[in-house]
């Protein structure tokens, strides 16, 4: 069948809208696609969920939605936050915009080797990519990970004559970025303020080990977003953040929560 535009067919799209009402932004929403994530160790395929969108000028009746599909099937090779960047600037050609973002959610699976037996597996973590460009080359990237680790409270520790309470935690880092960072490197962050971490197999030995370590090494919802924060601190490569811990207490029915915000530099805006 040929193209509709060799059938002369109308492009409704590209009318021009009498109302005088700019559009910040215009596209698709929760579209799932697999991709494939250039980590640490090598290539990670996932499928991931994105938002794309443009502005769109007061004079526009309307955008070519098809577009950001095939922006997306035109995507060769592993994305990196270099090649997710030029994929937005790719999609400002595509949909002849002045502005745009593109938000990816995208599980990521990294292997890890447990601290004693040495044993692999893969460890799931929720990661986040967003980016908004404009013609002008200006850019402004975050990136977003939540990391799942082990607390030991400090107080019981403090109080029982033996043992404490402990329980599993996500620790959540949403930093924007002025240089290209690994997920593996953000995930870190998050782990070594934790008590420890978690893993998905564990043989005995390092069942002892992690029940050790974290006992070693307690902590309050407050000690894990300010440890992340000094780590962030440090990093030259980090404009801003806004770091989260939720603590899912073994002794409540509730969890304990904390959080740390530095300014987030403002979005490219269209």
Known sequence: MN?????????????????????DAVGIKDVRYPVTIMGGAGPVPT????????????????????RFIEVLETQAG??????????AMDMLEQLDARSGAIEMQF?????????????????DYDVRWRIAVDV??????????????????????????YGAHNQRSHITIDAAMAEDMAIEELIAVA?????????GLLKRPDEKYVTE????????????????????????????YAVEAENFESIHNHSAYARIVRPLPAEVQG
């Not at 509709?4 to 559009?23: F, H």
Request: hydrophobic share 40%; with cysteine; glycine share 4%.
């Open 107 to 123: 599980a990521y699976f990294a292997t890890k080797a447990a601290p004693v037996s040495g044993v692999s597996s893969r460890l």
């Open 78 to 87: 592993p994305l990196t936050p270099t090649r997710f960047r030029a994929m």
């Open 3 to 23: 193209a509709p535009e060799r059938l002369g067919l109308p492009d409704i799209q590209s009318q021009v809208d009498s109302r005088n009402l700019r559009i």
């Open 136 to 161: 002008s080359g200006a850019q402004s990237f975050r990136m977003r990970v939540v990391v799942p680790a082990t607390s030991l409270c400090p107080c019981s520790k403090e109080i029982s004559d």
């Open 191 to 199: 782990e070594r303020s934790a008590s420890c971490e978690v893993y």
């Open 213 to 240: 370590k974290a006992y070693e090494n307690p902590k309050f919802v407050e000690d894990l977003v300010r440890d992340v924060a000094v780590a962030l601190n440090r990093d030259p490569r980090v404009l801003g």
């Open 47 to 66: 499928v991931a969920t994105l938002t794309m969108t443009v502005s769109l000028p007061a004079i526009a009746k309307g955008t070519h939605m098809s």
